[in-house]
């Protein structure tokens, strides 16, 4: 199979429906993940996606989800974990679902699909997994303590990995700091963060995009983060 596969986690909305996108005019066949997000997906569906259900914080549907890849493909070049569920310190002490979904989606369920499609990656011979964390796994939020933690374990992963799969598969990470503004941001805490940021610009989600082809294009990159996020870190 000449034509590359790319498997992203949470391509309904946001950067993983953008990165599908980008993925799909290289001519990428693209699996993409979704757990409530359908209208994006069944958009990249249209476009040849093969959409793909699953809730990352049942570990039964994630392994699920590994079968139903390998059915339909014997090689994946790319692995892209940017499936994310935002809790809060409020969120997660009034439910332990939530404190359990923080780290299912953050850390249990990349582990199993790295770990699930190792056979299918090796067949890639060029094959990339990119964890997508974030800027606060090296100086956690006080007000996201269980996210924070959950995404510092996938950047722990993303060495651990990157150590066990070589030289076969690279594993990377980018942190990304204010790409784009939720709906819920209102312009004062939206003021606030540009004013943190030295850039002092919104990103975009095009910095990403071009952050994943420097990681896939350069093939002597293994355990690295990237920061993508105007200079933010340096002030939290």
Do not use: W
């Amino acid at each position: 199979m000449t034509q590359r596969v790319a498997l992203i986690t949470g391509a309904g909305r946001r950067f993983g429906f953008e990165l599908a996108q980008a993925l799909l005019a290289e001519d990428y066949l693209v699996f993409a993940h979704y757990n409530t997000s359908k209208a994006g997906v069944e958009e990249l569906e249209s476009k040849g996606a093969i959409g793909v259900q699953a809730d990352l914080a049942d570990l039964d549907q994630v392994q699920a989800l590994i079968q139903t890849v390998q059915q339909h493909t014997l090689k994946i070049d790319l692995l892209v974990n940017n499936a994310s569920c935002f809790f809060n310190n409020e969120a997660v002490d009034d439910s332990l679902a939530n404190l359990d979904a923080v780290f299912r989606v953050h850390t249990m369920a990349p582990y199993l699909l790295i770990s699930g499609l190792q056979h299918e990656l090796k067949e890639s011979g060029e094959a990339l997994v990119l964890n997508i964390t974030d800027i606060y796994v090296d100086s956690p939020s006080t007000e996201y303590l269980a996210y924070c933690a959950a995404k510092a374990g996938l950047a722990n992963l993303t060495q651990g990995f990157a150590k066990a799969l070589a030289p076969e598969i690279r594993v990377n990470a980018i942190q990304p700091g204010p790409i784009l503004f939720l709906p819920e941001h209102d312009s004062e805490h939206r003021q606030t963060v540009l004013a943190q940021t030295p850039l002092k610009v919104e990103g975009g989600l095009q910095p990403m995009i071009d952050t994943v082809r420097f990681l896939r294009d350069n093939p002597f990159i293994t355990g690295e983060s990237i920061k993508v996020d105007g200079g933010r870190a340096l002030n939290i």
